[in-house]
């Protein structure tokens, strides 16, 4: 039986337990936070950026006393990808009037630390908009964090934190614009653009340590394995793992393979609008990964832009850069088998939009 002195004493030991809770967990997760993290307050220094794309060094006092708009964006991400020519308009829109926009390119795998990377995306997507390259991530931990998805910062005159969010847009529009309506009274305001970033992503990464469910789950990187698969249901196993068939060797960034052929492969179960593949040709050269869909080369209305095909309707993806690629799309639970030609080959992550729950 409590007494009434420790009944209070409970109730405020609950009530401490919640504040602490409610004051500090979006400090030290980003994910818990509404709007994405703003304890820094402030944008923190550019000069942690390790070299600028299409610009030189953009230096903090530069964006004193007006707004700036700052995309934190991967290479591998759709999200950010698709990000990425909104901000270019972005640039052409609202610069003229005194808004900065930038953006930071924070790479998920080392591959992309070279500027070779970001630099191919952006000179198509973004080529008027100054790009920081921070491949140690240090703007983002400044930040509070690494996040997944596009993240989008808008900052104040005054160089406080407005607006940060993830896989959005629409926030930092709002922002310039309530913005504009306050300095600009009377004077008709850029129009708004409606950006809308791809939706229901989903990102399987194949990596020590960081596979979900699968024979992979807790093996240790770097040594070689031959994986079988003797019945038909284990190379079509839980939906959204990777399954490996043959020779390979998982690493900390991916799953490399050590032999060829078509009896080499790797499966995965899904559901999802598009899917694509984040892969790494053998060093210092080229090589392809042909593709079945439901055990059948895939039919043309079901190809990605980064599928090719032969004389005989047989379908891969020519792999000659480390970057996603885009290689199926459509409707409904389906299985592919991705089988390189050339051992060496770098299966980093599978990337899916509008992914769909499936069955099993």
Request: with cysteine; aromatic share 8%; hydrophobic share 45%.
């Amino acid at each position: 039986m409590f007494t009434p002195r420790a009944l209070l004493a409970a109730v405020l030991l609950v009530f401490a337990f919640a504040l602490a809770t409610w004051l500090l967990a979006p400090r030290l997760l980003p994910g818990l936070r509404d709007d994405a993290p703003d304890a820094a307050r402030v944008l923190p220094s550019l000069a942690e950026a390790q070299g600028w794309l299409h610009s030189p060094p953009v230096e903090s006092a530069a964006l004193e006393g007006r707004p700036t708009v700052v995309l934190l964006w991967s290479d591998t991400d759709p999200r950010a990808l698709a990000a990425l020519p909104v901000l270019e308009a972005w640039q052409r829109a609202w610069e003229p009037h005194g808004v900065r926009v930038l953006a930071v390119h924070e790479p998920e795998f080392s591959f992309a630390a070279d500027t070779t990377v970001p630099g191919a995306i952006t000179r198509a997507a973004c080529p008027g908009v100054p790009i920081a390259l921070d491949p140690a991530g240090h703007i983002a931990m400044a930040l509070g964090g690494m996040t997944e998805g596009a993240r989008l910062i808008v900052t104040d005159e005054k160089g406080a934190i407005v607006v940060d969010t993830v896989g959005t847009l629409t926030p930092a529009e709002d922002a310039l614009n309530e913005w504009f309506e306050r300095t600009h009274p009377g004077v008709a305001a850029p129009p708004r653009l409606a950006p809308a970033l791809p939706s229901g992503v989903r990102n399987v990464p194949i990596g020590a340590g960081l596979v979900a469910q699968g024979p992979l789950t807790g093996l240790t990187a770097g040594v070689e394995q031959v994986f079988v698969a003797p019945m038909r249901y284990e190379e079509q196993g839980a939906a959204w793992a990777p399954y490996p068939v043959g020779g390979w060797r998982l690493e900390r960034e991916g799953l490399v393979a050590t032999r060829s052929g078509a009896a080499n492969f790797v499966s995965i179960r899904y559901s999802a609008g598009r899917a694509g593949v984040v892969l790494s040709p053998p060093a210092g050269a080229s090589a392809r990964v042909w593709i079945l869909r439901n055990d059948q080369w895939p039919r043309a209305q079901d190809r990605e832009a980064d599928v090719v095909t032969d004389a005989r309707g047989a379908a891969c993806i020519e792999v000659r850069e480390s970057r996603l690629y885009w290689f199926d799309r459509g409707e409904g639970e389906r299985v592919v088998k991705l089988s390189p030609d050339a051992a060496g080959v770098t299966f980093h992550a599978f990337v899916f939009t509008d992914a769909r729950s499936v069955g099993r």
